[in-house]
């Protein structure tokens, strides 16, 4: 599996090209390391972030100072947005994970359908939780609440805007890739290393995707539930 012709035993230019397929693999499995090790990563530097805002909830909640947690009269975000909000990142994150299993199939075309649907959903999330920022009915430092909620939310929305912005690339380097590459093994090197790439990054982006939708529901809860 070459993409050009091997030349015959004793050539000069086979060692040559023994040496250059040997370094091409071995960048290529560095690359499908980074890819796995960099998730791992960004999961743990993820929930340390979030882990932040989650331990300030209920400390902050606990102390209550003076009572200004949440005091009373003060009205909280729109419990619907919040449900609609933690909604679509789910849906958007169970869609892509069934359209992970159908491209493992050789269904390229169901994956990309499902992917561009999760990343309709994310996108909406978005544009849904921006809006209900712009338009609280308190100030950030108003409370103790306020200020975890106000601390949180946009930090949780440029990461799942980020995860989009990866899904959105992954759509668009799936184009080039054949259904069957994904089935049979492709003829040369180059197209085999860019197919498991492409499924190293795509199970990669998964994991990712998932976990976020596990952080939505947690704050779900926190945030329009219990406070």
């Given amino acids: 599996m070459s993409e050009t012709a091997t ?6 230019d086979l060692p040559a090209l023994t040496r250059e397929s040997e370094e091409a693999n071995f960048f290529h499995e560095a690359a499908l390391n980074a890819t796995w090790t960099g998730v791992r990563l960004a999961v743990g530097a993820l929930s340390f972030a979030f882990g932040c805002f989650v331990f300030a909830y209920f400390y902050l909640r606990s102390l209550n100072s003076h009572g200004m947690w949440h005091p009373a009269g003060v009205k909280g975000p729109q419990p619907w947005a919040g449900a609609v909000i933690m909604a679509l990142v789910v849906v958007s994150a169970l869609v892509q994970y069934v359209g992970l299993t159908r491209i493992k199939a050789s269904k390229k075309g169901a994956w990309q359908a499902s992917a561009v649907l999760a990343l309709v959903l994310g996108l909406a999330a978005i544009g849904l939780q921006v809006w209900e920022l712009l338009n609280l009915h308190f100030f950030p430092g108003s409370s103790g609440f306020s200020s975890v909620f106000v601390g949180a939310t946009p930090v949780f929305v440029i990461v799942v805007l980020a995860a989009m912005i990866w899904l959105e690339t ?5 184009r080039v890739i054949p259904a069957i590459s994904f089935v049979e093994q492709p ?5 085999a290393f860019a197919v498991q790439r492409f499924q190293a990054s795509l199970s990669a982006f998964t994991v990712l995707w998932n976990y976020l939708a596990v952080v939505a529901i947690v704050f779900w809860v926190l945030f329009y539930l219990t406070a």
């Fill in 7 to 12: 030349p015959p035993p004793g050539t000069p």
């Fill in 170 to 174: 992954l759509i668009m380097r799936v």
């Fill in 187 to 191: 003829p040369t090197y180059a197209e």
